[in-house]
């Protein structure tokens, strides 16, 4: 009989995982958090699998592009290659003048959730490297980004 109970909790489990499991098409697209005076993020995901993630820092941005994929059903890999900083935030170029990086990644916990009868991507920031270097703090613990 506990046999049968562990099964049934099992497969409950791997059911509720599966309908809850992120997919490419979930977050294709442009989602923003921006807040008063400029500061805040955006992510672009692509169909294409390229990603592009914009931070806003008041007069300034850093823009990163790279390559995304699912690490498991709710865990988003950014594989950053380019990086640059931006001296305006209200004119960001995303096609020219980046720097290639090497051992650059963003990894976050992710999910697809609506609020107010609008689809948001909420991001928790599980790793940040940057050029080999460990950049905690660079996000906020939970991003909560609307859809554009």
Known sequence: MKVLQSYIAITLL??????????FGDIQGRWQLLYRGNWGYEFRFYKNYQAVCIVYMQTSAVVFKGVYTFDNPQTIRININQMKNVDSCCDVNTTTGFTQVKSSYFLFNASVITKNNKKMLELKPLSIVIDGINSEGYFEPVILLTRM
Not at 14 to 23: E, R
């Open 14 to 23: 791997t059911v509720t995982i599966a309908a809850y499991a992120l997919q």
